[in-house]
């Protein structure tokens, strides 16, 4: 096609006087009728690579969106432009439908924008057919192959809805693929010798970082340090309880926020959605769920609460990042301890054979004379464990089929599907998505698998994993790191990135006294008697840190008494410091270099050759940010408990009972203050712990009370003196 033609196009319906990189080049594939595949990323202008030549082709270009949100939001801004388009999506009426396909196949619409889940139904085959499709483009790919990050089992009809269509011209785009993802891609699509496009990953305004961290308090800290610096991002947490924990903790501190989970209804999402996109509100704390379609330009953070579970996603959500150029930090919360909560997905998502079995066993023995069964998720999981429990397999994992795990149970439904066994269908009666046998002469026991399908899937999940915890263990530049995970090599570091900081800057602390590098000395031992010894000098690291931590403080834990831990003289040699403490000392002692963590799929904490001089006595010259020392009488009265960052406690905080009235005399100042101050957030002037603290150790001058954490010269010079003035005058 004449190039002046798509130029002038370019610039009378998207104002655009010039492609960005390779936007020319792949909308000249498009238009030149070559199946094309586009990796480009988030904020990159894939959409533009479609709609442009669906201005330019005859008939009709149908787009595959995997959000009704989504696609309202694309059919908006095109209507916006004079560009006709609409979508089709469950929400309308048939006579609402029906007035679209009428618009496509007269001409008045250009694009219509459609659900995966449409190619259910086969009037809806038979009504595209109907169309003259020029071309079907495919947005948010990765979705269709079980290796990405986001498979969603209705992607994968593409393919055949493709063949059934004659097979117009298809484009598939994506912001975040490895190569095995693009394989998968073009295979389950089908796509003839297509032409793929892979532009850079690499976001330049970025700051990729990752924070070490030892607990919850700590974890919320940094969040308030982020929120208060960056003002305008997003916090995402792995889960909808933990996104709930910490928009109950933000509000205690008086932060405005809103919160995003897959669990709230569609009214309160789209509200909440709409209220952050609309600028009404600049913080979000969310799953997931809150991803594509989240298209606010000036993002400048976004902080993983929780390390997430694949490099793509990392990379996708920390790249809703400044989308308007500027410069934006992106933070990992690193606490090793949170992979669990990965880990435990993983086995969601992929079921074994005998749970898939059982789940079949179960839909069957409980489903009507048409072989349907009505029954929710979570209440076909209850009878899988029942079965489990009865047959008391060998072969079933506990963790995979013991237990009632709906998403194991959704898992194991899209596998049956995928393979024939079963079909998911829309119950208006029940109102709920109910699963029909295709074949009720098959029994639970016949059912077969491909050779290593079930295995080669899990192990591809927990190499994701694993990728990700080797990212963030990494000690390279973060970006290149990622461009090379991606297949983009990259030889020049950032500069922006924690990794790249750290280059020519002095060692974190100071030096320590000889009672603290006795401490340091206890911590390198009792790596050492943990390690297997090699030589004189040498040790092989087998456990990680976890496990050194509970030795250190003497833990009755079974898995360290039944290992022969408590019998070594390094055994609670610690105790009376805490976990807590040792935690904070050996992440320290890490960034050190006296302490080397592997890069493994378990990484295993072991000794630097520094740690050895160190740990020999041979120097005493040590270096770093050594923690506070803990004191038993102010750790039992004010650090948050597990049950003090649950509801019902005020601000997410426990304090004793003799300093309560103290306290909430305090809290009550506070909130004067901050009224009189325009409403300022309460952690500004003082947290909830510092006044705990301020409660229990009633301070008589501003020296003393500057010896409690937090109480800084900034908020003591602005507010201390009114507190000091209210504990001195306070009468129980």
Known sequence: MDEAKILETLREKFSHKSFRRPQGDIVSSILSGRDTLAIMPTGGGKSLCYQLPAMLMEGVTIVVSPLIALMKDQVDALSARGIPAASINSAQSGAQRRKIFGDLECGKLKLAYVSPERFRSKSFHKALRNLRISLFAVDEAHCISQWGHDFRPDYT??????????????????????????????????????????????????????????????????????????????????????????????????????????????????????????KSENLAVATNAFGMGIDRPDIRFVCHYE??????????????????????????????????????????????????????????????????????????????????????????????????????????LSILRSLGYVERFDSPASRCRGTRILN?????????????????????????????????????????????????????????????????????????????VTEVRKVLSCVARMSERLGSRAWAPRFGREKIIKCLIGSKDEKILSSGFSRLSTYGILKERGAKFCSKLFTAM???????????????????????????????????????????????????????????????????????????????????ICASAGGIPAYKVFANQTLGE????????????MSIKGVGKTNAKKYLARFLDLIENFAD
């Open 157 to 278: 009809r593409l393919g055949e809805a493709l063949e059934y269509l004659g097979r117009p011209t298809c484009a598939a785009f994506t912001a975040t693929a490895t190569p095995d993802v693009r394989g998968d891609i073009s295979e389950q699509l089908m796509l003839r010798d297509p032409a793929v496009f892979v532009s850079g990953f690499a976001r330049p305004n970025l700051s990729f970082n990752i924070r070490k961290v030892s607990s919850l308090p700590e974890k919320f800290s940094r969040v308030c340090e982020l929120i208060d610096k960056y003002k305008t991002g997003i916090v995402y947490c792995a889960t909808r309880k933990s996104v709930e924990r910490l928009s109950q903790m933000l509000w205690s501190e008086g932060i405005r926020h809103i919160q995003y989970h897959g669990a709230m209804a569609p009214s309160e999402r789209d509200a909440a959605q709409n209220s952050f996109i609309g």
């Open 307 to 412: 390390i997430p579970g694949s490099v793509e996603a990392l990379y996708q959500e920390s790249g809703r990042a400044g989308r308007d150029g500027g410069d934006s930090y992106c933070e990992v919360l690193l606490m090793y301890s949170d992979k669990r909560v990965q880990e435990f997905f993983i086995e969601g998502a992929n079921p074994d054979a005998g749970f898939i079995r059982n789940t079949y066993r179960a839909l069957r023995e409980n489903s009507d004379e048409a072989n349907e069964c009505l029954l929710s998720a979570e209440a076909i999981a209850e009878r899988v464990a029942a079965l489990n429990r009865a047959s008391n397999s060998a072969g079933i994992r506990k963790t995979g089929a013991g237990r009632a795990n709906p998403m194991a149970v959704s898992s194991a």
């Open 440 to 516: 009720p002469d098959a029994g639970w026991r016949d059912i077969s698998f491909p050779p290593g399908l079930l295995e080669e899937k899990r192990r591809r999940d927990e190499s994701k994993l694993r990728d990700v915890l080797r990212y963030a263990y990494s000690e390279e530049c973060r970006q290149k790191w990622i461009l090379n995970y991606f297949g983009e090599p990259c030889e020049n570091p950032c500069g922006k990135c924690d990794s790249c900081r750290k280059d020519g800057e002095p060692a974190p602390g100071r030096l320590l006294n000889s009672e603290e």
């Open 590 to 672: 890490v960034g050190a270099k006296l302490i080397e963590i592997s890069d493994g799929q378990y990484p295993l904490a072991g000794l630097t050759d520094f740690g050895v001089s160190v740990m020999l006595g041979e120097r005493s010259d040590v270096k770093l940010d050594y923690p506070q020392v803990p004191s038993k009488k102010i750790r039992k009265r004010s650090t948050p408990t597990k049950k003090a960052l649950g509801p019902g406690k005020k601000g997410g905080f426990c304090v004793a009972s003799p300093d309560k009235p103290l306290y909430e005399a305090l809290v009550k100042l506070r909130s004067e």
């Open 694 to 705: 301020m409660a229990e150790k009633r301070p008589s001058s501003t020296r003393e009370a």
